[in-house]
């Protein structure tokens, strides 16, 4: 198949590419190239795979979109700007990329005479801070009270920060104009995904960022109390889930899924320190701060429709998955090296 991918040099962009040429399919990618580490990924791609179709072009120009999306069977649209801390920053920034980036996007499509699939990333974001789920204490850890298998998707949604309304008013869109415009469309809300290619930041890339300023001798400092969690998914189980998405499209079309670990894969932040100490004899020194705006005590996301509707469930547990970061952290660390961390 002809793919095009959208932010198709940065983290999650480049470990798709990667899996979908070895399958020998034609990848087109679109990427400005303005996250730190996209150029690293697109040269690394390169090296692998010799001449692919690339275009450092941009998501909120729309003539670039409109020939970008030519010709192609699915559109796995990756490209965002994915901070909740920018989003408060620079609001418009955002919304231009995150919003109308989509609007250009769909509406370049639905333009054409067959459109192709659209799989989107979302983010649990767009549940909000979840203040009415009772979360309790328990084990040094913040839980749901009543929620076992995680939040699910019939959750109602709740914005909440800039990049909650950016990236919540686009999964909308995708899935709207899935319904009106009959373009095959699928959402996916997903929670802290990790693995190798990740240049992760204070601000995003929380479990890379962690292990990044462990493998340099770095401090960091903890937002909040540190016994918030999340459930973590390994990149390449993530890689799965959009392909296994694509395979058995007859049944995800028109659908909207979290994707995560799920509860059988949840770090609190302390945990990961302890974590990676342990694991990789390293020592993360860190401080403690106020809470960032928009930040959850808990989120955990409820897998199950994923499973049940096309047969996708994680592989990689939190441990196997830390160690295959780590080395790869650990043989590039020129890259995280001053002044880029």
């Not at 699915?74 to 994915?82: C, D, G, K, P």
């Amino acid at each position: 198949m002809k793919v095009l991918i959208t932010g198709g040099a940065g983290f999650v962009g480049s470990n798709l590419a990667k899996r979908l040429m070895e399958s020998g399919n034609e990848v087109r990618i679109l990427d400005n190239l303005s996250r730190k580490g996209t150029d690293t990924n697109l040269e690394w791609l390169k090296k692998r795979f010799g001449d692919f179709e690339f275009s450092k072009s941009d998501i909120r120009v729309l003539d670039d979109v409109e020939k970008a999306v030519k010709g192609v069977d699915v559109v796995f649209h990756l490209a965002a700007q994915v901070a909740v801390t920018t989003s408060v920053v620079d609001p418009r920034l955002d919304f231009d990329v995150n919003l109308r980036g989509t609007f250009n996007l769909l509406e370049a499509i639905r333009k054409l005479e067959t459109p192709p699939m659209i799989l989107f990333s979302s983010t649990n974001k767009v549940y909000g801070k979840m203040d009415s789920e009772p979360i309790i204490e328990r084990n040094g850890r913040w839980e749901y009270q009543s929620l076992p298998y995680g939040n699910p998707e019939t959750t109602s949604l709740d914005f909440y920060s800039p990049y909650g309304c950016s990236k919540g008013a686009a999964d909308q869109y995708i899935h709207d104009y899935g319904r009106i415009y009959s373009i095959p469309t699928t959402v996916f809300r997903m929670s802290c995904i990790y693995g190798p290619r990740q240049m992760g930041c204070e601000d995003q890339g929380w479990v890379a960022f962690f292990l990044i300023q462990a493998v340099l001798g770095k401090a960091l400092t903890i937002y909040g109390d540190g016994k918030q969690i999340r459930d973590v998914l390994y990149i390449d189980d993530l890689v799965d889930a959009f392909l296994k998405a694509y395979q058995t499209r007859e049944k995800t079309i028109g659908q909207v899924y979290n994707i995560g670990g799920g509860p059988e894969q949840t770090l609190s932040l302390l945990e990961t320190i302890e974590t990676i100490e342990t694991s990789f004899s390293l020592n993360l020194p860190y401080q403690f701060a106020n809470w960032r705006p928009g930040d959850q005590k808990v989120y955990v996301s409820d897998i199950r429709k994923a499973s049940a509707e096309f047969g996708w469930s994680p592989k990689y547990k939190p441990a196997d998955g830390l160690k295959k970061l780590h080395d790869w952290i650990d043989d590039h660390r020129s890259l995280f090296e001053s002044p880029y961390v």
